[in-house]
C-alpha cells in the first residue's frame, strides 16, 4: 500500500527546536529510504516551502534553496512519485468535500482528492480532521 506525507510532517522534520523533531525526521528519512511507494502531491511540497521559510513558524526559517534541495533530495528517489490533478479532479473534489467545506478543510479536502485520485490509502500526519474522509487511514506518527 502506498501512503503520502501531510506538509506538518516535513515542517517538524525541519524544525530542529520542535519536541516532535526527531521521530519526524526519522520518519521522512524511513519513508525516503524505500521501497514502500511514497506519493508527494503539490499542495504537500508547496505548503512545506511556505511554511519553513517564514520567520513566523520557525525559529530559524531555512532558506528557499535548502528547502528546494530537500524536495529535490525526495524526488530523485526512485519509489517516490509526484502527484498533480488529473482530468475528472473537480467533480472528485466535489464528492470528497461534500457541501459543507469551508476555510482550513479546503486544503485538506484537496489532498484527500488528490489522494483518491492515485489510490494513495495511508497518511502521515497530527491532523486529525482527515479522519472526516472515507477511506483514508491516518497515522499520527507521534502517538
Known sequence: MSSTLDANIL?????????VHRPARDLVERLAAGPEIVYL???TLLG????????????RPLSPVVVMDNVESLLERA??????ELEGFWQRFR?????????????DAHLATLM???DVRRIYTRDQGFRRFEGIEV???FL
Open 11 to 19: 515542517v517538524y522534520a525541519s524544525n530542529e527546536a520542535d519536541e
Open 41 to 43: 502531491f503539490w499542495p
Open 48 to 59: 512545506y516551502l511556505r511554511l519553513v521559510t517564514h520567520p513566523a513558524i520557525l525559529p
Open 79 to 84: 519509489h517516490v512519485r509526484i502527484g498533480g
Open 95 to 107: 464528492d470528497t468535500a461534500g457541501t459543507t467545506v469551508r476555510g482550513r478543510d479546503v486544503p
Open 116 to 118: 483518491r485520485q492515485y
Open 139 to 141: 497515522v499520527d506518527p
